[in-house]
């Protein structure tokens, strides 16, 4: 990091920090009380849209100042109480405000059923993450698979994108959004340069990660799914610009009385970003991307919304690695992708029925060229297209919470693989009904109940997965719940095109790959903190092998043989605590995973850990406000031992191990205005000790050569600006 592009920022934040100082405060106060006429201690008072609040003492007291102006929204909340909302107008005099906050008796009083999830949501109580969690998470770059990587039962994986939970690749998790899965959710990447997600975290009101035992509603996902909810209509007119040492952005919402237009579009080429932080990656074309997106909603009814979400993606880079099969060599490897992706809902409340009906497509389209040492250059295309639909109506049962639900949805899937002479094609059609019921027997004991059934036209199978969750209320802020499900997938595509090509692979019947899962879980929730134990067992089987036929008779072919007998375990605890109440303006949470986990699949020799698992991962998440400069502080630690990989030389499969695994990343962000308008400038610092951390080898054929695979950049320094044109307080 040169000394000359941290003092101007550091002189920018002081000042700004300073002006805001001077500023004239006014002090808002008041009580909140329930329904009982009886205090609420310790619930949330703070300024929509700012970092200005605080909480009730014993008494239901509150009082704090603020330096803002104009128009504001104050929020009170309080967990087991509707949250509400009061307009207040900050001139120059005191404000005095007293409220009464209703009981939510279903969400204080019943059992809710969490095992396996982690929600982040304002709607839901077991809330973990929300869109401002995520962007002010130090090491998480704003992105959602960054942030919950913090999580336990997320693993760190530094050299590719994805979500790797519990002994699960990333192929095992699916990503979701408003109930429809999204073929493509990470920008396509280049070999050992993981990339980030294509969504902002913004674009969401709740963000569901779960980590095992899943609904029924969702399938093709042996180990987890996220679930995103997007934002309903936009709160008024508006317009936005950001700045960041990377790139531009624009957008602009138009809201009218019971609809919404959002256009939005970005650019970015990290060329300027790699001149002032080096590089180990020797990039030809730095990364450069365009992003376009529409959103529109409109409100059909009082309960009714229809939404389609839309956007379209360019980019374009290009590296240089050493060959491990010619040393001193150079092979390099070009990229440009094409993606687009479009999602259309309707939802919508009838009395006692609830529906749901969507429709999604999405195209990705890699175009390739690899110039190996040898000078010979190899153009590749790979193209992934998918279509979905997707209905179900959910029926409330009496007073108490208790409903079923009812749904089908279709895919159809078309993979695309040219690498010089080779062309290999599939179309998969799959089908899947579901149905599902939340029974709430007592206040204390709740249980869901569902059944999935799915049809896979490639394997021509059919699976069916029962699956069951049960919770108990042990105290007022307490819980156990547990867990136990079969959860189907459809081998990956590089093993269905292995029934394409009888020539090379005698292929035994392929089918579904399976997992099972049994969760046991305890949760403690009181004000602003939540302390929660995970323990799991999950079981596979039928997992895909290709390996040569022992029993093939030498000279003849084909002697590869490809079959469901891989097996495999994953078992492990998750802890998890956060406490937001503990420290005056102080949000921390630490989270630990103990995993043990083997598998014999693919091109396994031997049942063994995979590559992308390991023993222990710690995570502590730190941060800290500072309401009168209105700013936020974050750090970021995260430990995880050694992972596995291939050693050619080794007579143990897997034989060799990575070195451990540490970083500690440091953020801060800044809220103020420029020519009256919201404004955040944010900075963050990755890696900021400069650990050399290893993800893996290359090994040459012979395994006397290794080449370590390690992170683009060791340190990454960031930098940026959001402003919000025309709104001063949101």
């Excluded at 998470?137 to 050299?159: C, F, N, R, V, Y």
């Excluded at 340069?193 to 969702?218: I, K």
């Excluded at 150079?330 to 919508?348: R, V």
């Excluded at 693919?602 to 209105?630: E, N």
Aim: net charge neutral; glycine share 8%.
């Amino acid at each position: 990091m040169k000394k000359i592009y941290t003092k101007p920022l550091l002189f920018f934040i002081v000042f700004f920090s300073f002006v805001s100082g001077l500023r004239a405060q006014v002090t808002i106060s008041g009580n909140v009380v329930g329904d009982d006429k009886k205090p609420v201690p310790y619930a949330s008072v703070f300024l929509k849209g700012s970092y200005d609040g605080t909480s009730t003492d014993d008494k239901g007291h509150y009082t704090f100042k603020t330096s803002q102006k104009g128009k504001f929204v104050l929020v009170f909340s309080y967990i087991g109480f509707e949250t509400q909302s009061v307009d207040v107008d900050l001139t120059d005099k005191d404000v005095q405000i007293n409220i009464t906050l209703k009981e939510k008796e279903n969400e204080t009083n019943t059992v809710v059923i969490t095992a396996g999830s982690f929600e982040a949501s304002d709607k839901k109580r077991a809330t973990i993450l929300k869109p401002i969690d995520i962007v002010t998470t130090a090491g998480a770059s704003g992105d959602i698979t960054g942030a919950m990587k913090t999580l336990p039962g997320a693993q760190q994986i530094g050299e590719t994108e994805g979500l790797f939970v519990r002994g699960g690749a990333a192929g095992e998790t699916k990503t979701i959004i408003d109930d429809m899965v999204v073929q493509n959710p990470y920008f396509s990447s280049i070999p050992d340069v993981p990339q980030r997600g294509r969504f902002s975290p913004f674009l969401f009101t709740g963000t569901v990660f779960s980590t095992g035992g899943y609904s029924a509603m969702y399938g093709q996902a042996l180990s987890s799914t996220l679930s995103l909810s997007t934002d309903d209509l936009a709160d008024q007119t508006s317009t936005a610009v950001s700045l960041t040492a990377v790139g531009l952005g624009a957008n602009h919402t138009q809201r009218w009385k019971n609809t919404q237009l959002s256009v939005e579009a970005s650019y970015s080429n990290l060329a300027p970003f790699f001149w002032l932080n080096k590089q180990n990656t020797d990039w030809i074309k730095t990364p450069e991307t365009f992003n376009g997106s529409l959103i529109f909603r409109q409100k059909t009814s009082e309960t009714g919304i229809f939404k389609v979400y839309g956007t379209y993606s360019l980019s374009h880079s290009a590296i240089a690695f050493p060959s491990v099969t010619d040393i001193g060599q150079m092979e390099t490897f070009d990229l440009k992708n094409a993606n687009i992706y479009i999602n259309s809902t309707y939802k919508d409340y009838f009395k006692k029925w609830g529906f749901f009906s969507g429709v999604s497509y999405s195209k990705s389209n890699d175009n390739l060229n690899f110039d190996t040492a040898t000078n010979v250059l190899v153009p590749a295309t790979r193209i992934q297209e998918l279509s979905q639909a997707k209905v179900y109506a959910t029926h409330a049962l009496g007073s108490h919470g208790s409903d079923i639900k009812i749904g089908a949805e279709g895919q159809q899937q078309n993979f695309t693989d040219d690498f010089g002479i080779y062309k290999n094609s599939i179309k998969e059609t799959y089908g899947a009904a579901f149905a599902e019921s939340d029974i709430f027997i007592t206040q204390k004991l709740a249980a869901r109940v569902g059944v999935r059934g799915e049809y896979s036209k490639v394997l021509d199978k059919f699976n069916a997965a029962p699956r069951i969750s049960l919770a108990y209320k042990t105290g007022k802020k307490s819980q156990v719940s547990l867990a136990y499900g079969n959860f189907y997938q459809t081998p990956d595509r590089d093993l269905l095109y292995t029934t394409q090509v009888p020539q090379l692979y005698k292929v035994d019947g392929l089918n579904f790959e399976m997992a099972t899962h049994y969760i046991l879980n305890y949760q403690y929730m009181d004000d602003d903190r939540t302390f929660r134990v995970e323990g799991y067992y999950k079981k596979y089987s039928d997992l895909t092998r290709v390996y040569v036929d022992p029993n093939a008779k030498p000279f003849t072919f084909p002697d590869t043989l490809v079959n469901n007998t891989g097996y495999g375990y994953a078992e492990g605890v998750d802890v998890f605590w956060r406490d937001k109440k503990t420290f005056k303006h102080v949000d921390y949470w630490i989270s630990y995973s103990y995993l043990d986990t083997k598998r014999l699949y693919r091109r396994y020799d031997d049942l063994s850990m995979p590559p992308f698992a390991a023993t222990h991962t710690f995570v502590v998440v730190y941060k800290q406000t500072f309401p009168g400069i209105r700013t936020t502080l974050s750090a970021t630690y995260t430990f995880a031992t050694g992972r596995p990989v291939y050693d050619a030389t080794s007579n143990v499969f897997r034989g060799d191990v990575t070195p451990n695994y540490n970083d500690l990343s440091l953020g801060a962000s800044y809220l103020t205005q420029l020519w009256g308008n919201f404004t955040v400038i944010f900075v963050s610092l990755a890696n900021a000790p400069n650990f050399k951390n290893i993800y893996g080898y290359r090994y040459s054929p012979d395994g006397k050569y290794k080449e370590a695979i390690i992170a683009p950049s060791y340190r990454t320094f960031f930098i940026g600006m959001f402003v919000a044109i025309g709104r001063k307080n949101n």
